[in-house]
């Protein structure tokens, strides 16, 4: 069977343009490998470097675990090349800001591809753990060159959008830590990140090429490493959204009620798998529309997506309280994660690997994407001013 282009799947929606990062560079000679500017949707904030037909294509191979089907969807998008940027028009006002990290091996100053390091990734916002997952070995494009080094295509891409809720009006601190598979090797770690403002500039630089660009400002490290790297950043966002929690004290205790509120919650979501599925329609329809991507309920119930998942075997369990950990953050925020690699439990039927296997494209892959925004690994959860629990979207 063919390779169907799933990068823009008619079941998802994009964010505003308005949000997007826009930079061209035109000049008589040809630079380095610039693609057409490329916006992909993540469910989560999520690690890794692929598109929508290789989605597909790790869907048809076999499946021993329902593990390969509930494993992160990952996503990035191709980024324009850092080259040097005009001063922000008097009025300009930021209204995202990018970041992207890569591990890659060293490679000669004009090669045009890199290989990534492969490991594990962890992302922390504001003192509180977002997530963890696998970075795999890739061929990455040399994107561009600059004052810092080569500018590869990202590993992983962190927009703004996929920081809510954490992200603050005021001071904001972003921590990545990358963990290599093999200690023993030496690499690179790139860091960028670019502040997108809500108006376009034009320049001519000295070489005289045009560039157009929304990228009030720029930055970034590209260090020699070997182990494991931890890269910090602090930066402001006046674009973001005020939480009625944000100003909530911190808890660092939880208390037997506290836990059983939450664990009501958690089983609360895991009940919303079951037919007729309306309550976890009603739940998706929902959701916040500023996150990087919206799920198109009417599509998704026409195509009965979480029906066929659920035809094919598929279950979900509510974790005992023995399987669950509540993580302090020295915030308002607790996050719930599982003891083990998951936060819900997938009871195993038997041959259900074989029938998902046998969904139409689309069905399967509509399937993932939804399923996953209902059970991710791991739920942010806050108490109200009304001293109730809940999850944070």
């Not at 403002?197 to 157009?212: L, Q």
């Not at 998706?284 to 309920?297: C, F, L, M, Y």
Request: glycine share 6%.
């Amino acid at each position: 069977m063919g390779c169907r282009d799933f990068s823009r799947p008619h079941f998802l929606a994009l964010t505003s343009e308005s949000q997007q990062s826009i930079h061209r560079h035109s000049s008589r000679q040809q630079p380095i490998h610039r693609q057409p500017i490329q916006t992909t949707v993540a469910t989560h904030t999520r690690t890794g470097s692929t598109n929508g037909c290789s989605s597909q294509n790790n869907r048809l191979r076999p499946h021993g675990k329902l593990r390969r089907l509930i494993t992160s969807v990952v996503t990035a998008t191709l980024l324009a090349p850092l080259v040097a940027l005009a001063a922000a028009p008097a009025g300009a006002k930021p209204v995202s800001i990018q970041f992207r990290f890569t591990p890659y091996l060293p490679a000669a100053r004009d090669a045009e591809s890199v290989t990534t390091v492969p490991g594990v990734v962890e992302l922390e916002l504001n003192g509180v753990p977002m997530t963890e997952g696998p970075l795999e070995q890739k061929s990455a494009l040399v994107m561009d060159r600059d004052d810092i080094g080569i500018e590869v295509f990202p590993a992983l891409w962190l927009p703004a959008s996929q920081l809510q809720p954490l992200l603050r009006r005021g001071d904001n601190l972003l921590r990545i830590r990358f963990t290599p598979k093999d200690g023993r090797v030496t690499y690179r770690s790139q860091f960028r990140w670019k502040l997108i403002d809500d108006e376009i500039t034009t320049s001519t630089t000295a070489e005289g090429s045009e560039v157009t660009t929304n990228h009030s400002a720029r930055g970034g490290e590209d260090r020699e490493v070997r182990g494991p790297v931890s890269v910090q950043h602090a930066f402001q966002a006046p674009f973001a959204s005020v939480e009625p929690w944000h100003d909530a004290p911190a808890v660092n205790t939880l208390e037997p009620a506290d836990r059983a509120a939450i664990l009501a919650l958690i089983s609360q979501r895991a009940s919303l798998f079951a037919p007729d599925f309306e309550a976890a329609y009603r739940f998706i329809a929902s959701q916040p529309t500023d996150r990087g991507g919206t799920i198109n309920v009417p599509e998704v119930r026409r195509l009965r997506c979480l029906e066929a998942g659920y035809g094919t075997g598929i279950r979900v369990a509510a974790p005992a309280e023995a399987e669950i950990r509540l993580i302090t953050t020295a915030s308002p925020v607790v996050v719930a994660r599982g003891t083990g690699e998951f936060l819900f439990s997938f009871p195993d039927q038997e041959g259900w690997a074989e029938r998902f296997e046998a969904l139409p494209n689309d069905i399967g892959f509509c399937f993932m994407v939804t399923f996953n925004s209902l059970f991710p690994n791991q739920f942010l959860l806050v108490k109200g001013k009304d001293g109730q629990w809940q999850i944070l979207p």
